[in-house]
């Protein structure tokens, strides 16, 4: 059973940059079975998708997001990474990483909180 | 706003059957893409409930099912359990601007 872990700083400053990782075991980024994505839910509010990339390293993004985020893979390392850009307030929330086959999102990690204050 | 709406909340007695709208547009749902659905229960990490409009993941009771029809798609649970209190979304693709994932806003599921 693939296993998703996120890491990174739980506090980011205002308009500076958000940066996480997740960490894939018992499974491979470079399947090409799978697309590897990232997901939030701020405080007490609904999903909102971020974007993904494929093990080739092509991306999608959401396009309300699309200006300020990065994501990179890094195949020997199983790992995948978000940076989010001029964060604001209004970025806090909890961010997963998660697996998605066929455009359905089917293994996620436990979600990291990331807050942005000064 | 989201790109498919959901209502807000739905209710319902032990044992009764409650279902779930899911309202898209022509470039996702009524597109052809398919829908799925994430139960997220209170604190924890949202997991895959149906997939594919109509299919269950292992381990998934057959009280929950997935419909769809034209522009819409819908979540039935039949003989609700407290334990079925959560948060429901819906999720599928859109094909509009460089096409992208799109979440349902969410509904939540009070057992009374």
């Known amino acids: 059973q693939v296993q998703l872990q996120e890491s990174g700083p739980g506090l980011v400053k205002p308009s500076e940059t958000l940066s996480l990782t997740c960490t894939v075991s018992s499974g491979s980024v470079s399947s090409h079975s799978y697309y590897w994505s990232w997901i939030r839910q701020p405080p007490g509010k609904g999903l909102e998708w971020i974007g993904y990339?494929?093990?080739?390293?092509?991306?999608n993004y959401n396009p309300s997001l699309k200006s300020r985020v990065t994501i990179s893979i890094d195949t020997s390392r199983d790992q995948f990474s978000l940076k989010l850009s001029s964060v604001t307030a209004a970025d806090t929330a909890v961010y997963y990483c998660?697996?998605?086959?066929?455009?359905?999102?089917?293994?996620w990690g436990q979600g990291t909180l990331v807050t942005v204050s000064s | 706003q989201s790109v498919l709406t959901q209502p807000p909340s739905v209710s319902g007695a032990p044992g009764q059957r409650v279902t779930i709208s899911c309202t898209g547009s022509s470039s996702n749902i009524g597109a052809g893409y398919d829908v799925h659905w994430y139960q997220q229960l209170p604190g924890t990490v949202p997991k895959l409930l149906i997939y594919g409009n109509t299919n269950r993941p292992s381990g998934v009771p057959d009280r929950f099912s997935g419909s769809k029809s034209g522009t819409s798609a819908s979540l039935g649970i039949t003989g609700l359990q407290a334990e079925d209190e959560a948060d429901y979304y819906c999720q599928s693709y859109d094909s509009s601007l460089s096409g992208f994932c799109v979440f349902g806003s969410g509904t939540k599921v009070t057992v009374l």
């Open positions: 990339i494929y093990y080739s390293g092509s991306t």
């Open positions: 998660a697996r998605a086959q066929w455009l359905r999102f089917d293994s």
